[in-house]
């Protein structure tokens, strides 16, 4: 990940980390493309395995 962000830290408006762990991933995904972000709910129920 450092290599990343070092290929991008003269543009760090052309990166987005999402964390889609954190509040609201809609809202930082649609500003990012410039885009309104959707009224659904972000997606996340099935996505990630389940703890046994």
């Known amino acids: 990940m450092a290599d990343v962000r ?3 830290s003269g543009r760090p408006d052309s990166l987005l980390i999402l964390d889609p762990s954190l509040p ?3 809202a930082r995904l ?3 493309l410039g885009r309104p972000a959707p009224e659904a709910p972000y997606p996340h129920e099935g996505c990630w395995p389940s703890a046994a």
Request: charged fraction near 0%; charge should be neutral.
């Open 24 to 26: 609201a991933p809609y």
């Open 30 to 32: 649609a500003a990012f």
């Open 6 to 8: 070092a290929l991008f």
